[in-house]
């Protein structure tokens, strides 16, 4: 069997620590990272907690969650080399905070080294031109919760080279997951389909057709879906469902991707769901 390469992620939030968590699960040495001390923490409380719950559920022994956790190293800052197979930016749904970080993990990483962002909906050539390697640039969009979720959307952007889709591809299957590839258009296949459906759902609580307790229900009940896309959104954030209707809208130029003004609204209050304690819910009490 092949030594696994070190991973190195980026950004210790909700998305990072679930991706940290499914590599070091599988055997990859990782390199957590984030600027902020009390977010690596959080991390590893939340990892650690997830692990437990895996024991508990007898999905994995005991031994396997010590060593996953063995083998997530939590570090403030890019060290000045990394020897890293793969890179992954986790960090906020912003271009230009994600071009940031991946000109330099570019910097920072050996030559052969591929750089993946876990973007739900920018340009992945538009990232890649913010490198010197353009090619070896890829998307991987898990899904949340990270590790439940068996789906990872693979994003090829135009440089995009066959060795590097490959070699993700094959990285995925070690992880357990399913690829799904998708080309470079905004919002790729999951957020184009998801977030108008969500959108609309808010324009209906808008416009007074039903309060969000009926909305989520009929989706529910009616078309089988396990969450309403109200309770989905809160789920989500509010912030990041209208990042990614402001790409779709922006990219694709059609109306039918505006975002709906109650959306905008919430936003501004700081009403982002559940990671804010209010949303189309309260949570302050749960």
């Known amino acids: 069997m092949k030594t696994p390469i070190q991973v190195a992620v980026v950004g210790a939030g909700t998305m990072g620590n679930g991706i940290a968590h499914v590599f070091a699960q599988h055997g990859f040495p990782v390199f957590l990272i984030d600027t902020e001390p009390a977010f690596l923490e959080r991390a590893?409380?939340?990892?650690?907690a997830n692990l437990?719950?895996?024991v508990k559920k007898g999905t994995i022994p005991q031994e396997q969650a010590q060593a996953t956790l063995a083998r997530i190293e939590l570090c403030t800052g890019l060290p000045a080399s990394l020897e890293i197979g793969l890179a992954v930016e986790a960090v906020t749904e912003e271009a230009g905070v994600k071009k940031q970080v991946l000109a330099s993990l570019d910097r920072a990483a050996p030559p052969q080294a591929i750089l993946a962002s876990n973007t739900s909906s920018i340009s992945i050539t538009e990232l890649a031109a913010s490198t010197?390697?353009?090619?070896?640039?890829?998307?991987?969009?898990?899904?949340?919760?990270?590790?439940?979720?068996?789906?990872?959307?693979?994003?090829?952007?135009l440089a995009t080279s066959e060795e590097t889709y490959r070699t993700v591809l094959e990285w995925t299957a070690t992880l357990g997951k399913t690829a799904a590839v998708s080309a470079d258009y905004p919002g790729f296949i999951s957020n184009r389909v998801l977030l108008p459906m969500i959108n609309e759902a808010i324009f209906c609580l808008m416009e007074g057709v039903a309060d969000a307790e009926a909305i989520?229900?009929?989706?529910?009940?009616?078309?089988?879906?396990?969450?309403?896309?109200?309770?989905?959104?809160?789920?989500?954030?509010?912030?990041?469902?209208?990042?990614?209707?402001?790409?779709?809208?922006?990219?694709?130029?059609?109306?039918?991707?505006?975002?709906?003004?109650?959306?905008?609204?919430?936003?501004?209050?700081?009403?982002?769901?559940?990671?804010?304690?209010?949303?189309?819910?309260?949570?302050e009490d749960r």
Request: glycine residues 10%.
């Open 44 to 48: 590893r409380a939340t990892i650690t």
């Open 52 to 54: 437990e719950r895996q």
């Open 132 to 157: 010197q390697r353009p090619d070896r640039v890829i998307g991987m969009h898990f899904m949340n919760p990270v590790p439940v979720m068996k789906l990872v959307e693979i994003v090829r952007g």
């Open 216 to 283: 989520d229900t009929v989706m529910k009940l009616g078309m089988n879906h396990p969450m309403g896309p109200l309770a989905l959104a809160d789920f989500i954030g509010l912030d990041v469902c209208l990042a990614i209707m402001e790409v779709l809208h922006r990219g694709l130029g059609d109306d039918k991707y505006r975002p709906c003004p109650l959306l905008k609204n919430m936003v501004r209050a700081g009403y982002l769901g559940k990671k804010s304690g209010r949303g189309f819910y309260s949570y």
